[in-house]
């Protein structure tokens, strides 16, 4: 009877941990907080951003990619845009 009682006991607290687990990740879930996804991009702005300081743009130029490997060693952690 001892061990039917601790065995009960040891699955309780497996099932309120789960639970718990559970509701902590349903609580912080970005797909249920923020359902909605921004649909507007590009904006005109941003096609200039990307257009000057995107990946493919420096790339393409020797000066360009003395700029990626700078921040590259610098430790950023965005390189480009």
């Not at 609580?27 to 951003?49: N, T």
């Not at 921040?71 to 390189?79: P, T, V, W």
Request: proline fraction near 5%.
């Amino acid at each position: 009877s001892n061990a039917k009682l601790a065995c009960r006991t040891c699955v309780s607290v497996f099932n309120t941990a789960q639970t718990m687990l559970v509701r902590q990740k349903h609580a912080f879930d970005r797909a249920v907080l923020k359902p909605k996804v921004r649909c507007h991009f590009p904006k005109p702005r941003e096609v200039k951003r990307i257009n000057v300081h995107g990946w493919e743009t420096r790339m393409s130029t020797p000066e360009g990619r003395r700029v990626l490997m700078r921040r590259m060693l610098k430790g950023r952690h965005d390189l480009s845009h």
